[in-house]
């Protein structure tokens, strides 16, 4: 490249090897560590799937046994930081708190940085569980609810809606949650993602660089679309307006929310899966609306898109904010729980990117004025 | 660039344009928005200076004034960022707390994010202004002090001094702080600045951002050099120890603290202005033991790497450790200082970052597993 040249956004740019996701684009295909996401869906816990993401492989019975445990026994939170949450003025967003309580907790932990070794990533799990009691408890108190503690016997998908809620979840509603959780655990580079990198690339604890990682994760460009997909549906109400609710939101050229991908050229396939549990969810709370609205939008949007020769199909978001919402959790929190799902995906990218270091450092191009005569302040006038 | 290869730490790649710093490392000359760092620093407040970062151009007296007020109107900390600080750990560093305290701060403020419009930066001084304010509350609650509440008539640097002592400072004393602030105020983009133009890309607020820049500073690889000198000077201990310590230095390969800079290839700008600080301060105290030993080092090891045809100057760390522990602050806090400086430059390439925003998604170079069958748990084997 010359020397001015660049890619606004380091777009196309390989900031760094990585062995933890591969998306397959074309075929429309996701795995984590070599292995698919169907099949991790399906079949792992998010505790197993967090497990395989920080040590690189499934654990075995054993292993799993031992990694839950301490999962689990890092789910409650300390009276400071359930006073942080209280405090917390009362308009504004849960992930400004989430961001502010992941460093604050890197407080109650002796690290060795700023000398030779690091914070060890794998024996801080307490912050990949604190992110859901935390969200869980900022829901309750704006309820004008109690702290519901964490149970240890539920998984961490059911934990989390049995401390939202206050009582224990249906089993399905439970594996429902949990398996989203999975679906969401890891997506290769991406803002938050690069984010942690960054940081952790200064030698900065891994609560610094989870704490950033939620930051980027806030921005309306990264986190946020499935909140404004159900928005949309919302919007449509019913199965019967979708067609003259896209006819009209296509000739203002407003955008379809949670349609088409940077990456994928087929259908995502977390979307695939999302929507199986949508439907099944809706059965059974006797809600199908959701569904319908959002199967009938994506029928009538995908035959226009044919006919202009680009096919643009849904991606995660598109089914996620409606799940969510049949299990009971507000739109507000939708983000919040998209940042519980991905910890374990900033914590292995951290670990790789400690395992063969270097600084981010990249340049500037300077393009700003060569030298200016300093101006005593009596002699300067407004511009 | 063929598919495959790429800078490891983004090195040498240009990662956006920048109009607010120029870095002439051949002529050790350095530039904040045209105005040279030598005019900065000798003629300009530290609220001077943020001004020019946050609207690229000088104030006028009339700018300056309400300006000034602003800022100043923003030093005072609430009640529940009190109890934060005094909850904090005793052991946890202050970097950990600045992160958390920042991202708890955007709670305060009503933002439009995940809609059109930002927050804006420009209206958010009290997030610069309380850097401090938290630095020196931590530092007199660890102490078992009471909080010193701000005086609006003094500069940001005294009454930092001020916030941390209980008492005034010496006049001398509050501007040499103030003009250590000048200095680190911006140095283009490292670790930390990119971090924070990363966050902000995703249209995070500019407090998400700077917590996020305070996490990414906390670093040992980025922050904390002067802490390290200083530990350095203390076990050199008397400036006849120079010749026999610098020897069995180099001997072990040890790395001389505060020596050599990416990107000056003359002496560090800052370093010539802060080691005048620091002969003026060690008269002024009774001390000039830092700054025999300091000068004699860097006149040993510069003859030492002149004969091998390397010559290796100070960087503005060498000097600063010392000028702060003449000034009374304890090496803990030398990080955090940092930040305080930092703070602006931060803001000003956040709002640069808007000005003209993609959102940084590099890409990952995937060198992992290509597909793996799914092995049921009962059925694994420990590796």
Not at 6 to 17: F, N, P, S, T
Not at 354 to 376: C, H, M, Q, T, W
Request: glycine share 8%.
């Amino acid at each position: 490249m010359a020397n001015t040249e660049y890619a606004k956004g380091l777009e196309g740019v390989i900031a760094a090897e990585s062995k933890i996701c591969r998306i397959d684009g074309e075929n429309g295909k996701l795995f984590y560590l070599g292995y698919s996401i169907e099949d991790l869906a399906r079949n792992t816990s998010f505790e197993e799937t967090t497990y395989l993401l920080l040590y690189g492989e499934l654990p075995t019975p054993t292993e799993l046994e031992s990694f839950r445990a301490r999962m689990r026994a890092g789910r409650d939170l300390s009276p400071a930081v359930l006073h942080m949450i209280k405090e917390f003025p009362p308009q504004s967003h849960p992930m400004e708190l989430l961001q502010s309580v992941i460093s604050y907790l890197s407080g109650y932990v002796e690290h060795k940085i700023q000398h030779s070794a690091y914070c060890n990533c794998r024996d801080t799990l307490h912050q990949i569980s604190q992110i859901a009691s935390v969200v869980a408890a900022l829901h309750r108190f704006r309820q004008g609810l109690e702290y519901v503690p964490p149970r240890s016997d539920l998984s961490h998908g059911a934990n989390f809606l049995y401390m939202l809620h206050g009582e224990e979840p249906d089993p399905e509603d439970g594996r429902i949650m949990d398996a989203c959780l999975v679906l969401h655990a890891e997506h290769s580079f991406n803002a938050s993602t690069f984010t942690a990198r960054v940081v952790a690339s200064t030698l900065s604890t891994c609560y610094s660089s989870v704490s950033a990682a939620i930051g980027a994760l806030y921005g309306s460009l990264h986190g946020g679309a499935n909140e404004r997909v159900l928005a949309m549906v919302d919007e449509i109400g019913t199965k019967d307006n979708v067609e003259p609710w896209l006819e009209k939101a296509l000739a203002e050229k407003r955008k379809i929310m949670g349609m088409g991908h940077r990456v994928y050229r087929a259908k995502d396939p977390r979307a695939i899966i999302i929507e199986e549990y949508l439907q099944e969810l809706g059965k059974r709370k006797g809600n199908t609306q959701y569904y319908e609205i959002l199967k009938e939008l994506e029928r009538a949007f995908r035959e226009r898109m044919e006919e202009k020769g680009k096919p643009i199909y849904p991606n995660v978001d598109y089914f996620s904010g409606a799940v969510y919402a049949l299990l009971g959790i507000p739109a507000r929190l939708f983000t919040p729980v998209f940042a519980m799902g991905r910890a374990p995906g900033w914590l292995a990218h951290i670990l790789e990117q400690r395992s063969d270091n270097r600084i981010y450092r990249p340049k500037a191009l300077y393009v700003g004025e060569l030298g200016k005569d300093f101006v005593p302040s009596s002699e300067r006038k407004s511009g």
